[in-house]
Structure formats: C-alpha cells, structure tokens
C-alpha cells in the first residue's frame, strides 16, 4: 500500500502527474461519451470552469505555470494498450464489448484539444472548445487537477511529520465512517469521489478502504482506471450534460420540451436496454415526470442528484405508483452531497420501500474538514460544465436554484417551458 504522506513529501509532478490516463476519468464519461460520439459528434461544444465557491482564490493558491504543466501533460496522454483491452474485452453491467470498436479506435487514437487559460482577479477562467466527444473528456481531469493542486499548495506548507499527522487522522476518520456503515444490511454504495477528490492516491486508497471495511455492500468505483486496476465494477450511467447540450440544440420551445426525452431516447437504443437510469431533474424533476412517456416508467430506476434527497425520492415512489409499478422493485441512486450521516438516514427512511444504493462523492474522496491550518483542504464546490452547444448557451435549472447556471433569459425561458414553479433553495456544500 502506498506510503501517501511520504509520497506527498517526496513527489514531483513528473512522478506523480494529477492525471496518470485518459481512462482516469468517471465511468459515465465514458459511456455518454460513445453516445455522443454516435450520435452528435460534430456538435461544437464550449466547457468552462465554474468555482461555485468564491471564498476559494484558485488563482492566488495554484502557480499558473503548475496549472499549465499538468494541463499540457494531459494533452499528451493517450491510452496504453491494456487500457483498450479492457474497454474491449471487459464485462460492464453484465455486457461483454460495451463499447463499440469504432469508438475504442477512435478513443485510442485521440488527444485532448487545446486550452484556454486566463487569470481573471483571484479566479481562473478555464475554458475547451472543439468537437463534443473531444471537449467533454476534459471536464473530469480538469476538475481534478485543480482540486488536487489547490490541495499540494497547502500541503507544500507543511512539515513531514505534520504531512504523517494529517494523513493519519484523515485516514482514521475515513475508517470511522466505514465503521458506522458497516453493519448496515443490503447496503450498496459505489465510490463517485473522482471530480473533486484530493487526490488520485488518496482516491485510491478510499476505495480499497471501502472494499476492505464494507466488503460486498462497496459495489464499485466510478474511477474506470481504479476500477481497471483493482480489478473492481465500473459505476455509472448519464450525467446532467446529456439534456443540457440537447437543449442548447433545440430549434423552438417544442424541441426544447422534448429535449430531455430525446436524450433517453438515444440512451436506450445506444444500449440496448441496458443501463436504464433516470436522472431527471436537469429541468425539475416534477415536470420531468409528469410529462414523461409512459414507457421510462419500465426502466430500471432513477438518480436522486439535487433537491432534498427524500422529497425527490417520495416523488420517485409516487410517479412509479402512478404508472402501475411496484416502486420496492425500482433502484432509487442518491448521489448529492453524501456523508455516512445522510446515507444512514435516507437508508433508514427508504430501505424496503425502494432498492436503495448511494454513490459517494467528495466527502469520501476530500473530506478533510478540519484536519488543516484554517481548514485549508476543505472540499469546496467546483465544476467544469457544457456553457454553449453549436453557438447557443445552456441551461441548468436542477431542483436547488442554487445550482442554476446560464443567461438570465435562458432561465426563465426553461422555466416556463418545463413549468417549474417555487423551488426551496439549499446551500451547495459540493
């Protein structure tokens, strides 16, 4: 096992780059990306850099030439021969050859494109601009090299026995999460810490943590490159991006309604049934459901991902009830914001109503609150999102305000067209 706070003492970037491989990346990624690839994959697409945390001065913590380092080293990745085999051969969801040979070709033979970095006060304005099945692959690597350089800034201040100290009471208070959870009967829980980990040995170490302390209710890792190397299940479906970028495309108010049903559409065909998981609340997931087709009430379960978490799960169980399905039958995948307190809480509220299962992201993968000198390692709340498709800006409503991105008018014209009403707004922790 590696020995972290001598590594973090000891490394220099070019023995430990942020990001070691293309397929160091979420599982979803992967899976939406092959979508696009067949689907859209001329589609012009603009990602920027968002820091939801203003508190957090990136530019005034993270050197510009460090940033510029990792971002070129990223360019010049490209996936190793036993990367492809395993995306060739594996079996994912109980499917063999999931990605299709013409995408793995493709995928082995691209390299991310160009960046553009520019300070802009405290802040970093970050932002990719190309064909969507290129520019997307940028988001997650992005996301980490930022957070985890933000948190070698604050390491690159300590001694090495504080380095040791640090690690050890992070580790333990991991393990004493572990502990709460361990005994919980049934549980299902996946690693979806990658975007905003602390780093990727630190990721790595949470998850073997996981497996070692949870045995078989740690159901995987979202990481495809841990998941590789640990010989664990690769976790994942779709993301917000899918309808945010289908949206952008609509040509009036009826594509745009239609939009987000499009996107599962497109899902289904592309898997053949497979992977059938709503995340619904890109546009409220009220309106999402009750204009919904009739035959996603079949598919496997939903993604509970803004919003009060059991509100949006009680909505979940009510709209199945009301398309004449037996909601103890259906998946219900809360991934906002966890900690082991909530996951036991909705666990308790849910089990036995609903197949329950958790996929456990930054406080998992970063949660060193109050383990630093000003609680500098904080996680803290950043994300690298699609802003334009094809020249038309996006929209994110969600079922928290808080979370809403786009233009002003954008937002009130998505609001009206999927008929969101009064939402409560929620603090965004991560």
């Not at 080293?73 to 050859?97: A, D, P, V």
């Not at 009967?185 to 040995?201: K, N, Q, V, W």
């Not at 900690?339 to 809480?345: A, H, P, Q, S, V």
Request: hydrophobic fraction near 40%.
């Amino acid at each position: 096992m590696t020995d972290i706070p001598t590594r973090v003492w000891n490394h220099k970037w070019k023995i430990d780059p942020i990001v070691r491989s293309l397929i160091d990346t979420d599982f979803y990624k992967l899976l939406m990306c092959q979508s696009v690839f067949r689907n859209n994959r001329d589609t012009q697409v603009t990602f920027s850099l968002i820091n939801r945390s203003k508190n957090v001065p990136l530019a005034n913590l993270i050197d510009e030439g460090e940033l510029r380092e990792q971002l070129d080293h990223i360019r010049s990745l490209s996936l190793s021969r036993g990367e492809s085999t395993w995306l060739r051969g594996n079996t994912f969801y109980g499917k063999r050859q999931m990605f299709r040979p013409d995408f793995v070709e493709w995928f082995e033979n691209v390299r991310l494109p160009a960046y553009h970095l520019e300070r802009v006060g405290d802040q970093y304005e970050l932002t990719f601009e190309g064909t969507w099945p290129e520019v997307m692959l940028w988001e997650i690597p992005a996301l980490a090299v930022l957070m985890e350089l933000r948190g070698r800034a604050v390491l690159n201040q300590m001694g090495r026995f504080e380095l040791q100290i640090l690690y050890a009471r992070a580790m333990t208070k991991l393990w004493e999460k572990v502990e709460k959870l361990r005994h919980v009967p049934e549980l299902r829980i996946a690693d979806f810490g990658t975007r905003r980990r602390h780093s990727f040995l630190w990721q790595d170490w949470c998850v073997q943590a996981m497996g070692a302390g949870l045995g078989e209710s740690f159901v995987g890792t979202s990481n495809c490159l841990i998941a590789k190397n640990r010989d664990l299940e690769a976790i994942g479906t779709n993301a917000h991006e899918l309808p945010m970028v289908y949206a952008a495309l609509a040509g009036d108010d009826a594509a745009l309604a239609q939009a987000p049903y499009d996107v599962l559409a497109d899902w289904h065909e592309e898997h053949d049934g497979n992977l059938r998981i709503i995340l619904p609340d890109t546009y409220g997931t009220e309106g999402f459901l009750r204009n919904a087709p009739d035959y996603l009430a079949g598919w496997t379960g939903m993604r509970i991902d803004s919003g009060d978490p059991a509100t949006g799960a009680e909505v979940a169980i009510n709209w199945w009830k009301s398309r004449g399905e037996d909601p103890t039958k259906k998946l219900v995948i809360f991934s906002d914001g966890l900690d082991e307190t909530k996951i036991l809480e909705l666990y308790q509220q849910f089990a036995g109503r609903v197949r329950v299962s958790f996929g456990w992201g930054t406080l998992l993968t970063n949660d060193f609150r109050g383990l630093a000198p000003d609680d500098g390692l904080a996680p803290f709340s950043l994300v690298c999102k699609a802003i334009k498709a094809n020249g038309s800006p996006t929209v994110k409503l969600s079922d928290n305000p808080n979370k809403a991105m786009g233009p002003a008018e954008e937002i009130a014209r998505y609001k009206r067209v999927f008929g969101v009403g009064d939402q409560t707004a929620m603090d965004v922790v991560v």
